[in-house]
Every structure is written in structure tokens, then in C-alpha cells.
């Protein structure tokens, strides 16, 4: 599996899959990695989710991803374990070995809940022990509510929690008593403050019946409401020099947090953070909503860099020395390789039943398909602009203990005098249509008699369907339009057609279910052999 996308998310909840409905709608390519553990599982129910109030939080994630793979989108059950890279060129690994590449970074992976130590708090978090009244205090209307008072925002919270019952209890447990001014609040609020240790919550049947202190005396109570520590999920982006810092509500640090602009783009260049790991205060239709804005922005970002490669291979078409500086920067801006390696798929095919003998592989990059030639026994030319490919290539040959012959040159004007091939190959290797037909038939020219000519480009209807290409649909051809440039006197062609494949996961495309289909345009030629003169004697 090809596993390089436009976006990789790591985390997904409510925001992760969010930002990746909106890239896949975007007709980007984006995978999403989550390890199935989010913060709210234990919740039976999530609230103020207009027209999903009430929602089980595990449905509501279910739903999304299955819209999310409506649009194309990869779903990674996995955890991610490192990040490296930079923008343009992320690196994500897994735990189960993957190994994901990224245009751009959406990290949504949350935070953890701190709770205080206290007996029978984590058997009963997200049921009866809680901390926010927007997200569970109407369930608990009415009721006797305990607020224990384990950090700095225990007395906000139990003047918050009033507005929901009448009978609310601030347990002063280890914390100092409240200042004058606001036990005087609380008392004319009805809110009894209680002192001594909490040691234990008591239950009957899995359900909470009372606050046990250490005296021994049992306060009855039907929710218990704790202040946790919201400690962001971070560590995965460290190798970014990306640390979380102090979240503060008011003047108290209640937790941490990854800063985020108002896009949800962090310090780093091409990593954009949303949900509770940049807003820890966010329930969960905010963090719906941060992870839109950040994919957004994400598709955004990616557009004006699609924009400036546009014209950079514009410019590289038509100005030869830029185009070889553009070339060289690219391939030395990839220092683990700009391609895969692998042999494109068409030559595997077409080339597979041809005896070997001499083969020139015109615009070779760094060597995929020349080094598979070499392997089956043809005395391989590679043919680029890029010296630093050309390094690569005859690298990646010596690897494999085979002959090859490199020659820098460009394409556009090179002349291949009297040398002859038995195969010259061109695989992905495009050209402006003013200059497209003549470097056709130079290669052609290049051709021995009886042998073969294969070119493979990117059908231009691909464009039309979302695919991501730079340019027009105009710069590309069909088999058929190259073929066309082939004096049919002296050439067969045998293979003129839009052979169509799965894209890549780079590639994206429109879809509705499934996998998405792209095309390449396929010309396979074979050189006539001379026609013997005859005379009468």
C-alpha cells in the first residue's frame, strides 16, 4: 500500500474525523490514525450536540467514520508512536509497524483526565463522579450533588453545580477553607461546606449513595463532582519540537495544552492541532467544529503550495535551467527519496514478455524502473536532467548487484545520434503539448528496428475527477494522442489506450464507496523491420 497522503490526522474523535470529512470533501487524500480510546467513552451520553442531543458518544464516532470513508478517507486502528519531518514531508509510525507519510499534520489527539486519588472516583467517572454541569448536570437536576474540592476551580464549580440543585455540598477535603468572601456567596446560596478528608465514595449495586470521610461519617450524595487535571495528549508530536504549556482558566492551571491560531495552525509550520488537545474547555460539538476550521485551513495551505508547484513545473517546461535547478532541488529536498523505487506497474507488464537487449529509460529519476530492466538482463541506459537522481539510481543499482549506465541530459532537446535501443521507455514523463510531440518522436527516433517504443503518462481525465495533477487537463495526453504522432509506415502500435488502475492514496479522486480509479495513457509501439530492396537480373 502506497502510504503517502496530503494529510495524515492523528486522533480520531469528534475533531480528528471533523477535519477529515472536510478534507475528503475537499477531495483530499487523508488517512486517519486513532487507537480507539477516547476520553468520553465512559459517558453514556453526550449533550448540547444540537440535533444529536443525547447521542452515545461510541455512535456518534461510528457515523463519522463511516462518513469519513465515504470520501475516501483510510481508517489507521492504530497508535501513533512518532512524528518526524517537516512540512511537506511528515513521517507518522505506528505501533503496529506503519509507516505513514504527510503533506500536512492534524493532530487531535486529546488530553487525559488527571482525577484525584480518591477511592472509587475512576470506577465511577463519567457516570456519577463528574466535572462539567453543561454536560451532564440536567441528568443530575434536582439531586443531591457532593463537589469535592480537589484543585482551583472546586469553588467556581460548586457555585456553578447550584444551578442545577438545590442540595449542593462543597467537601473542603484537603484544600484551605474558602475565603470570607466566598463562603459568604456560598452560604447565601444554600451550598453546605464540609469539612474533613474525603477517603471513599460508597456504592450499592454500581451506583453511588454517599461521600465516606475520614472520621467515618457518610455524607449522602447522588453525584459527586471532581476538578481533574486536563493533561494534553502531546507526546507524539515531541520530535517536532512541539511541548504542550500550562492551560490556565482565569488565573488558576488547571491543566496543559498545545496552542493553536485562530485556524488551529501550531508554531510548527504544516501542523495544525484541534480539539481538546488546543482547547481543553471544548465539549464536543466545539471540537466538531475546531477540527472543520482546521481542515479548512489544512486545504487552504495545501492549495497555494498546489498553486506554487503549478508554476514552478510551468517554468520548468519552458526556461531549461531553471527547470534543472527546480529538479535538483527537488529530488536533494527528499534525502530519503522523492519516488517509491518500485517499478511502474505498466512496464512490469508490457515489458515482461520482451527479450533483453539494450534499453534506454528516458527521464529515470532515481531508478525504479531502470534497475528492474537490469535485473531481467537488459543493458540499461538512465537518461535525467537530475545528476542527483542519476546518484540515486546507480546507488540503487549497485544494491542490487546490477550493471547500469547513467547519462545526464535533458530530454527536451537531447539528440540520440546514432545509438539505437531495442526498447526506450519514458514512464510518467510529461510535457507541455507545444513541445510534447517532438520529444515523442526524438524518443522514437532512438527506437532499433524491431524494436519497441512504451510511453506511460497521466490521462488527462484524471483531472476532471478530482485527481490531484498539476496543471490542466490540457498538459496531459491520451494513448491515442500519442499514438497519432507515430508514422504508422513505420511503426505497429500494438497498445494505444487509457488503462485505468487504483490511485494511489496520494492521488485522491472523486468517489462515493470504494476504492477511486485513476487512468494512465498507455502507448506501446514496435518499429517495423526495413523492407529488404528486390531487383530482376
Known sequence: MDETYDVVVIGGGAAGLSGA????????????????????????????????????????????????????GVLVADTATGVDGEIGAFTVRTAG??????????VTTGLTDELPDIPGVRDLWGTDVLHCPYCHGWEVRDQAVGVVATGPMSLHQAQLWRQWSADVVLFQHTAEPPPADVAEALAAR??????????????????????????????PRAAVVVAPRFTARSAVLADLGLEAVPFRMGEAVVGSHVPVDARG???????????NLADPSAQVIGSAAAGLTAGAG??????????RLAVDVLRAQTDPEYGEQWWEERYRSHAH???????????????????????????????????WLARRGWAVTALDLSRTALDRAAA??????????????????WEPGDERWDLVTASFLHFLPATRDDVLRRLASAVAPGGTLLVTMHDGGNVSRGVQRPGPAEWYATGEQLAAV???????????????REARSHEGGAHEHGSVHVADAVLRARRRQPVASSSLV
Open 337 to 371: 527519496g522523492a519516488w517509491s523505487g518500485r517499478v511502474n506497474d505498466v512496464l512490469a507488464t508490457e515489458a515482461a514478455d520482451l527479450p533483453p537487449g539494450r534499453a534506454l529509460d528516458a527521464g529515470a529519476g532515481e531508478g525504479g524502473d531502470a534497475v
Open 396 to 413: 540503487a543499482a549497485a544494491a542490487a548487484g546490477v550493471p547500469l549506465e547513467t547519462r545526464k541530459a535533458d530530454i527536451s532537446s
Open 486 to 500: 507515430l508514422d504508422t509506415e513505420d511503426w505497429e502500435v500494438e497498445v494505444a489506450e487509457s488503462r485505468p
Open 21 to 72: 470529512l472536510a478534507l475528503g470533501r475537499a477531495r483530499r487524500s487523508v488517512a486517519v490514525v486513532d487507537d480507539g480510546t477516547p476520553r468520553n467513552a465512559p459517558a453514556h451520553a453526550m449533550h448540547n450536540y444540537l440535533g444529536r442531543d443525547g447521542t452515545p458518544p461510541g455512535d456518534l464516532l461510528a457515523a463519522g467514520r463511516a462518513e469519513v470513508a465515504g470520501y475516501g
Open 265 to 275: 495552525a501550531t508554531a510548527v509550520p504544516g501542523v495544525w492541532a484541534a480539539g
Open 190 to 219: 444554600g451550598v453546605r461546606v464540609v469539612t474533613g478528608e474525603v477517603v471513599g465514595l460508597e456504592t450499592d449495586g454500581g451506583r453511588l449513595t454517599g461521600v465516606r470521610l475520614a472520621d467515618g461519617e457518610v455524607v
Open 298 to 307: 489544512i486545504n487552504a495551505d495545501l492549495l497555494a503550495e498546489d498553486t
Open 97 to 106: 509497524g506503519r509507516t505513514l507519510r504527510a503533506r500536512r499534520l492534524l
